[in-house]
């Protein structure tokens, strides 16, 4: 059977034009970057050379990139990294975010705020975007940071980043994004956006795991979360991983090199997606806004079921999706994105997320057409909810 894999917004497979980049510095330059002799600087050569590459990608220059293990590192690098450094300077303790960010932004947030940081959640519109002037209104002299995704995980969402980066700067404010989503398909010149800082990481963008950066424009004091040997300028030890980064590079530019003409095609296939489970199944909401989401995301709540059901039995069908984040999956709390919209928990826990990739064709989008308003009908009629 066929497998036709519509979770691209949980992982991606690594591109083959990125593992052939990547497979000489496992075996064959394997040397550390830090070691003085050739092996080393064979190596350290790569990783300089990947970071030069990347800093181009996004506007940005090489000293402002930062090689870490991936989004999550990144996003907490960023949050608690900066807000430890301001609050030494005396400079203020609060922050602000969204109700819909990635995990890795909001238990950070938790944690700050165990730490004497104060965190003010900013609601988003029901469309699944936040609107720039209630970040504003949020803003107290305090402020010291501002956090917002560039393109939701779970339901696409694309945030007014440009919009939010110029009220942070006329108030003196940093502001991170986390951009892991949107590299595949949006612009991500830093200067464009005017952001301060922005995450990205390897597995979203046919790269591999384990691999992530932190952008911090120039003059961005940050305290370092991992002590050693002194990489990455002091603020990320550790011996770093050659063949990852140069993958990450390669993916990085391959993404950004393809992303017009990939997003046009994923499109069409996600609207035709949509509106063939809109003609063929009833009782079900489209979660977050038609036009400014994310070219290859779908996410879809099927009422009178659990998504977790759903899931299983595509499972059984050749079709992977998913019921939103994974590294939300091992939780049966709702989630915490579809809530933000003003839906029910019944909403949440029937949403599906349908996350399109290079290799989706249209013989996939028929096949889940064909398979899942049976799937649909057959839960709904063994369902305790269903109404």
Known sequence: MRISYLDNAATTPVDKRVLD???PYFSEKYGNPGSMHKKGLEAKEAVEESRKNVAKLIGAEPDEIIFVSGG?????LAL?????????????????????????????????EEQGFRVTYVDVEKNGIVNPKEIEKAITKNTILISVMYANNEIGTIQPISEIAKIAKSKGILFHTDACQAAEYLDINVKNLGVDLMTLNGSKIYGPKGIGILYAKKGIVIKPLIYGGGQEKGIRSGTENVPAIVGFAKALEIAQKEREKESKRLTRLRNKLIEGIKNKIPNIHINGDLNKRLPNNANISFFGV????VVLHLDANGVCASTGSACSSHSLEPSHVIKALGLSDEASHGSIRFTLGRHTTEEDINKVLKKLPKIIESLRRISPIAK
């Open 72 to 76: 999550t590192e990144s996003d907490n």
């Open 306 to 309: 659990e998504g977790e059901s």
């Open 21 to 23: 980049a990547m497979l």
């Open 80 to 112: 608690i990294g900066v807000a430890n450094a301001l609050r030494e300077e005396g400079k203020g303790n609060h922050i602000i975010t969204t109700k819909i960010e990635h995990h890795a932004v909001l238990d950070t947030c938790k944690y700050l």
